[in-house]
DNA sequence: CTGTTAGCGCTTTCAA
DNA sequence: TTGAAAGCGCTAACAG
């Protein structure tokens, strides 16, 4: 426990810096003086300390993570892609849990400059220009998941085509009264989420590729929940001329969707086609069409760049996409209306 | 960014230790000192180097947290109590996720020793007894959240009552014929995870108390999981005689009970009564009967007890018990039979 | 109340 | 190939 790199040192009759050496297995020791060095360790049962290691050497060989409602099963999922290739590179994860706007705010600008992290990975919180620049400033690596900067490399899928593809389908299966269920504007401005916004901008787009006119109506938004979607979902459907179909902004929105539909009575796919998106665990169980999208690898590929930006490769700060597909279930059917 | 503590005293013309009391916001600092360092620190942008501050202080305000298979929804919410509840106290939590039984041996054995944290939290995970004793002889604080040892103290249910209170349920709706479904015996073994084993005991105490001959045939295992819980589901429900209802060892194997219900036309709660463990998120979407266990709080109650020991409390190794309930929703029914 | 000083345990030059 | 020595930036003990 308490024995120092002094006192292997010492006792092994050599001096601090061979110890040193044999730690970080340098390849300028002998074989007989490492072997040495080695068998006092096991012997005074010496472990290096690691804070005394990160002070010393700059490195702490941790990565601090911002995840916002990191029990979403969606961050949940890209936080174990992360995990594990940090896990595989040697690194540690230091998790933040954002809930909360001044917890957002708060981690944004501290994180980069407490330097507990050798780097930062943020999901889905889009930097503002300021916080952006400052991230920029700290001189700390940072890549961005599921959301992007000008300023930062980041990891992500196109929304945008995502929204198109779910709203297509619906589309291609007859129906021209779709609704569209997303996060609350609020709550997108104030964490400053992009997915919802562009998912709904995928959507306008492929009913404007089709001639069909966007109804105001039809586009509800609340806190992300599926409770919420469920209310919102409800009132869409109980409206003079409901849609016949409901594309929403996420797995967990469109199960409340679902639960909307059977507080109602109303039979899905039969009288009413509903797509997700994420692709999250519990929507192959239901049956729900979606947009799946590679959660587990956009955090290792996100942990990746963040690794190379590490070790002081200084590559321009790119988006890189990955790639989305529509999985049909059995929550989308042919329009009989 | 670069400035030191070193810089501040300088350029605010005072002592270093009078910084770093300022920092520490220590009292005995006279507020006009106060204000010109307060004035430095802002004017250099400075920011404590956290990790020489460790170094120094021997303190990380770092927890770490040894999860297992850590995106099981149950898990996940344990973790969020054990984040919020670290955030409010202004530690960081560095998450270990184990889906490998090498992983659970190395974590075991290395994270009491690497001084990274000042505190180890371990959910699940059972220590055997010469790990325990080296978690003891470590110095390191631990505490164990739904699991427990001799040596440390732990936050958990009462698995056994858990499992009569389930099964009881199940005998009072007049089933007589009635499966389990848990872990797998050597995934339990491997990992050391007792909660299966302990659910499964409570089930076997309220056959016994109820005068039920228990039958081998109807007690399945199985890697933890919803397919793997479908298929042991499946082969009970396809036996002679059948069982009329089923006990799962979580949430999530219920859900594969109810899939193997519907893939052999099986009408539930009719033909077939279903109870869980531990009421995740999905479970009340599903309508599925339960045992609910505090998750969050344990979490939660865990980070107290660890910072009670961190701030130097050495109260014995207590275990204690946070109360279950069972909800009955709509996955269990009178039997017919 | 404040300045000075001695480390914390390790990595990393720099000589030898 | 090795030893010695200079910090890394801060906290805390001690003097004043």
Redesign the interface.
């Given at each position: 426990?308490g024995a120092t790199i002094r006192d292997v040192a010492r006792a092994a009759g050599v001096g601090l810096g061979t110890v040193s050496r044999v730690l970080n297995s340098s390849s300028l020791v002998s074989p007989a003086t490492r072997r040495r060095v080695l068998d006092v360790i096991a012997e005074l049962n010496y472990?290096p300390?690691?804070?005394?290691r990160?002070?010393s050497s700059?490195k702490?060989l941790?990565v601090a993570t911002i995840a916002p409602f990191?029990?979403r099963?969606s961050v949940?999922?890209r936080?174990?892609g992360i995990?594990?290739a940090l896990?595989a590179g040697g690194y540690?994860?230091?998790?933040?849990?954002v809930?909360t706007v001044a917890?957002r705010d708060a981690c944004m600008r501290d994180l980069p400059?407490?330097?507990?992290a050798d780097g930062l990975l943020i999901i889905s919180l889009a930097p503002r220009p300021a916080e952006a620049a400052d991230l920029e400033?700290?001189?700390m690596p940072v890549v961005l998941i599921d959301t992007q900067s000008e300023r930062q490399p980041s990891v992500m899928v196109d929304d945008v085509c995502g929204g198109e593809l779910a709203t297509r389908h619906l589309i291609e299966l007859g129906h021209r009264r779709i609704g569209f269920v997303g996060d609350s504007l609020e709550e997108q401005r104030a964490f400053n989420f992009t997915s919802s916004a562009n998912r709904l901008l995928g959507y306008l787009r492929a009913l404007e590729a089709s001639g069909i006119a966007p109804r105001p109506e039809y586009e509800c938004h609340g806190i992300h929940g599926?409770y919420e979607a469920r209310v919102l979902a409800q009132n869409l459907l109980q409206q003079p001329e409901p849609p016949t179909a409901i594309f929403a902004a996420s797995d967990t929105q469109a199960?409340g969707v679902l639960?909307a539909a059977r507080d109602l009575g109303i039979l899905v796919p039969a009288q009413l086609s509903v797509v997700g998106f994420d692709d999250i665990d519990?929507a192959e169980?239901l049956g729900l069409t979606t947009v799946r999208q590679p959660l587990f690898e956009t955090g290792e590929r996100g942990v990746e760049l963040l690794l190379e930006r590490i070790s002081g490769a200084a590559s321009p700060p790119e988006q890189e996409y990955l790639p989305i597909e529509l999985v049909s279930r059995a929550t989308t059917s042919q329009c009989k209306m």
């Open positions: 426990m472990t300390s690691q804070i005394a990160s002070f700059g702490t941790t990191f029990t099963p949940v999922e936080l174990r995990e594990v896990a540690n994860l230091v998790v933040f849990n809930e917890r400059r407490r330097d507990r400033a700290s001189g599926r199960m639960e519990v169980y």
